[in-house]
């Protein structure tokens, strides 16, 4: 692959205005797939989650799964769109092995959602409505993977394997009108906009959402027009960019590379382009042509989709609130910095620090400890944070701090305990004798013995160099194997050495 | 009159990974005209205040709901497969790229 010439983004923005577009693809967490029975699960043993229907066999019959709806205009409405009162399904038809059947079944003209805008705010605090054509639902296409060659890749395989779990699994696909406006921002937009599509699924509890898993995937359109042009430049479509990081890195590749090609007086192929995160580049793919052609027509198989009012309004009434707006409340109600709350929010662990601090601990504790130790063991076991202890338990460790049984070392050992399932916290203290050593006459022996091979702090602190006591409260420290008071211990030596 | 050419009957051929030989083309690209002419018909007589239907049976929001049942054992569900490896379909080399 050769080294694309990029121009310098500043340089880019001079000269040329950025749109975008953007098409996420959200993987619906119900049980089942969208038209079949078979279970809707990840990572399960290659083609064992299938019915005829998913393999597209003759005589099978789609039906529509009736919560992928339900989710689907929660999802519609959460993006402030207007519900069809009749939605259809149509085949999309194309030859490639991803589907058994040659087409997949989609919407085209008649989406269940359409005209809406979702609210989004950057890191520097600008807030961008980003306007929404249409979300609509479909099926997922099976995995494929290409064997032999050098690379992996499509390019040299000698042949390919073809799991289809994934033929069948839910997915609506949300696709923005084009974005003006973001200038140096743009790329920022882009990221921003999955991460609070990101929320507002997860918020309303109809999809996993993990990137990493492809649960929720976006293509970014890119286009360039020269400065004090109305018409759109040529745009390409980069596909499949699966983190939050990646998105704004690939639209900012983009107009960084169509700017040099556009300056040159070259022009840009429409086409699809690949990102490839470990150079920080895309390469192009397929041309968009009249290749593209479909055929769409309506679903034989399937009737109209025509939600009830009653039905829509029940959903409505049932849409958790924003996700831009809870953050906004959220911040303000604990009076975070912008940094620390950017720090739960890139963490996303949002929703255990508020559960925390309901159920009564100080918002910073909450913080400290959900960013801090439990994020480390959740990254170290490359795991969820929200998943090795609950709220509960973190409020019962946050407490034995507060009232003194427990400093900040001997809690971390408590919180490692209970994600390890020994129990509740102060069963652990009990069981552990993990809690602080009170008792000031066991700490000044200690102390005695520290300074009796240390004889010249005492005389140093007198002289001023109070830092002197360091080397005493650590050797008492380790002496109690860390179950004391540091604060303490330090009390305790500076009145040894003004007697 | 519809529009359709032997170019367009080549175009939807391939679409459809068909190869024809010149003499069908000719010939399918009279049939096609006049089943295409048939269905404009229909045009005339639809007026706008005939709404548009997707389906010919007045059936709508026919569901299921969101319960597991039987799926085919792997073994199964391979059966049909000319070759298989892995518990996964083989197909040939893919020269085009995902849609």
């Known amino acids: ?499 | 009159m519809s529009d359709i050419s032997a170019d367009t009957v080549r175009h939807l051929a391939h679409l459809a990974r068909i190869d024809l030989s010149d003499d069908e083309v000719a010939h399918l690209t009279d049939e096609l005209r006049v089943i295409v002419d048939n269905i404009a018909k229909v045009g005339e007589v639809a007026t706008p205040d005939v709404p548009a239907t997707s389906h010919p049976i007045p059936l709508s929001n026919v569901y299921r709901e969101d319960v597991v049942a039987d799926v085919l054992t792997q073994e199964q569900a391979l059966s049909g497969a000319p070759e298989a490896n892995d518990g996964r379909f083989t197909v040939s080399a893919i020269l085009g790229e995902e849609q």
């Not at chain 1, 979702?118 to 997922?140: Q, S, Y």
């Not at chain 1, 022009?267 to 290749?291: M, V």
Request: hydrophobic letters at 40%.
């Open chain 1, 1 to 499: 692959m050769s080294k694309a010439k990029l121009m310098d983004f500043e340089k880019a923005l001079e000269l040329f205005e950025p749109v975008i577009g953007l098409e996420v693809h959200v993987e619906l967490n119900t049980k089942t797939k969208m038209f079949s029975s078979a279970p809707n699960e990840f990572g399960s043993e290659p083609n064992t989650n299938l019915t005829p229907v998913c393999l597209g066999l003759p005589g099978s019959l789609p039906v529509v799964n009736a919560q992928a709806v339900r989710y689907s205009i929660s999802l519609g409405l959460a993006l402030g769109c207007e519900i069809s009162p009749s939605s259809v399904f149509a085949r999309k038809n194309y030859f490639y092995p991803d589907m058994a059947k040659n087409y997949q079944i989609s919407q085209y003209d008649k989406p269940i959602a359409e005209n809406g805008s979702v609210e989004i705010e950057l890191a520097n605090g600008r807030v961008v409505h980003v306007p929404i054509e249409r979300a609509h639902m479909e099926e997922d296409a099976g995995k494929l993977t290409h064997v032999g060659g050098s690379t992996g890749r499509i390019q040299g395989a000698e042949y390919s394997l073809v799991d289809y779990n994934r033929a069948g699994v839910p997915l609506v696909e949300i696709v923005t009108r084009p974005v003006f406006g973001g200038e140096a921002d743009t790329p920022a937009i882009a990221s921003a906009y999955v991460s609070t599509i990101r929320d507002i699924v997860i918020a309303l509890g109809i999809s996993d959402a993990r990137m990493d898993r492809g649960n929720l995937r976006c293509d970014a359109n890119v286009s360039l027009r020269p400065r004090g042009t109305e018409k759109l430049g040529t745009r390409t479509e980069t596909k499949n960019v699966n983190s939050l990081r990646s998105v704004e890195r690939a639209v900012r590749y983009e107009i960084q590379r169509q700017a040099a090609i556009l300056a040159d007086g070259g022009s840009i192929l429409q086409e699809t382009r690949h990102w490839h995160e470990d150079t920080g580049a895309t390469s192009a793919g397929r041309p968009k042509s009249d290749a593209d052609d479909y055929r769409y027509f309506p679903e034989p198989d399937l009737a109209p989709v025509e939600p009830s009012r009653e039905l829509i309004e029940e959903l409505r009434a049932q849409l958790p609130e924003h996700p831009t707006l809870r953050r906004r409340r959220l911040k303000a109600e604990w009076g975070f910095s912008d940094l620390e709350f950017q720090d739960i929010v890139n963490s996303g662990l949002l929703t255990e620090v508020e559960t925390t601090v309901a159920i009564g601990v100080e918002p910073q504790a909450a913080r400290k400890w959900w960013t801090g130790e439990i994020a480390r063991i959740a990254n170290e076991r490359g795991v969820d944070a929200g998943s090795l202890i609950t709220p509960a338990n973190l409020a019962k460790v946050v407490a034995l701090v507060d009232e003194g049984t427990l400093n900040d070392k001997l809690a971390r050992v408590v919180i490692g305990a209970v994600i390890d399932g020994e129990g509740e916290p102060s069963a652990i203290v009990q069981a552990r004798g993990l809690a602080i050593v009170s008792d000031d006459g066991a700490l000044i022996e200690a102390i005695d013995a520290a300074l009796a091979s240390q004889p010249d702090v005492l005389e140093k602190i007198r002289e001023g160099k109070v830092q002197a006591a360091g080397a005493v409260i650590g050797a008492v420290m380790k002496a109690m194997g860390g179950q004391a008071d540091a604060a303490r211990v330090r009390e305790l030596v500076l009145e040894r050495a003004s007697q």
